[in-house]
Nanobody, 124 residues
Framework: VQLQASGGGLVQTGGSLRLSCAAS????????MGWFRQAPGKEREFVAT?????????SYADSVKGRFTISRDNAKNMVYLQMNSLKPEDTAVYYC?????????????????WGQGTQVTVSS
């Protein structure tokens, strides 16, 4: 599967952004789609994940719970990350990723396909 992320930008503290991820190729093999982020000098970290087929159960990092919402549109092969109440510490490059792991995973090693990343910058 191939992934293309978009929607990043510069926003003030408290603002909102919606990231999009377009999937193509063998999407039938995907179990979960996730969003990760990587700030300068830091490791890539889990943000949110959603089950690609079926009920679409979700899971979030504690740092974004209540502020970010992951969603999907299977008909369009799209995954979204709605980010509200943004903080300067949310500044990072955001990546979408695909996993064939049936259980929810927050580990980068369980995701086999990655998008190119989109920069989100939150000014204070």
């Amino acid at each position: 599967v191939q992934l293309q992320a978009s929607g990043g930008g510069l926003v003030q503290t408290g603002g909102s952004l919606r990231l999009s991820c377009a999937a193509s190729g063998r999407t039938f093999s995907v179990y979960h789609m996730g969003w990760f982020r990587q700030a300068p000098g830091k490791e890539r970290e889990f943000v949110a994940t959603i089950r690609w087929w079926g009920g679409g159960s979700t899971s979030y990092a504690d740092s974004v719970k209540g502020r970010f919402t992951i969603s999907r549109d299977n008909a369009k092969n799209m995954v979204y990350l709605q980010m509200n109440s943004l903080k300067p510490e949310d500044t990072a490059v955001y990546y979408c990723a695909a996993s064939m792991t049936q259980s929810v995973s927050t580990q980068t090693s369980d995701y086999y396909a990655w998008g190119q990343g989109t920069q989100v910058t939150v000014s204070s």
